[in-house]
């Protein structure tokens, strides 16, 4: 859905943790946290837990005019608010006004059934459909970065980059060629895959 939202975009670099509480040691995990960068400077950041006892099905999308707020609980006439709450830098800091709040109207669907139809008129006209194989690609290379980053855990005992002392250039953009020992957090790039070749390899 995040990279739904925008075109032409893809993940570049993830960072993720995730916590086993009820099966320690095995890879069923039961919170995980995910920061993502995207190719176009957009940043999004993934929280899932189904611990938590409050079920939420939030996203939250904040743009330069505005803020979208889109909860998947709230009843049809309010699941969508946008609030008009644009940074002013007039004083020469940034501040964050309380903006008005308006309610986005939408039309009453069940996206699933939605999905469903396009899907079989994709398959009765020949349509290239909205979510094709190169977004399923894409999408998986996303999910298959986060669950190797998640196997990655730096140990506490081991000296780190800062007290042995060691020089990181802030700017890098990944070091995931760097041993994980020396690192305080390890970051995973996400490959960039030859759709073309994945495609032709599935047919």
């Known amino acids: 859905m995040i990279l739904g939202l925008f075109d032409n975009v893809e993940a570049a670099v993830v960072q993720t943790y995730g916590e086993s509480l009820l ?5 069923i995990l039961d919170t995980v946290n995910a920061h993502f960068k995207l190719s176009n400077r957009v940043s999004a950041e993934v929280h899932v837990s189904w611990l938590n006892p409050h079920k939420e099905r939030k996203m939250t999308v ?3 005019e505005a803020t979208a707020v889109f909860d998947d609980t709230e009843p049809w006439e309010s699941k969508l608010r946008l609030f008009k709450n644009k940074i002013d ?3 020469g ?7 008005r709040m308006e309610v986005v109207a939408l039309e009453k669907l069940e996206p699933l059934a939605i999905e469903c139809q396009h899907f079989l008129k994709c398959v009765g006209t020949g349509k290239v459909p ?5 977004e399923g690609i894409a999408v998986g290379g996303v999910l298959e970065a986060v669950e190797n980053q998640l196997r990655m855990w730096v140990s506490l005992r081991q000296p780190s980059a800062l007290t042995a002392g060691l020089h990181l250039d802030p700017k890098a953009e990944v070091l995931n060629e760097i041993p994980c020992p020396t690192l305080p957090e ?6 960039i895959i030859d759709l073309q070749s ?5 047919q």
């Open 198 to 202: 994945q495609m032709r390899r599935i």
């Open 89 to 91: 830098w007039t004083s």
């Open 23 to 27: 099966r320690p040691g095995t890879t």
């Open 93 to 99: 800091h940034p501040e964050a006004p309380d903006g």
């Open 130 to 134: 909205k979510t094709d194989l190169a």
């Open 62 to 64: 904040i743009g330069e």
């Open 186 to 191: 390890k970051i995973v790039k996400i490959s």
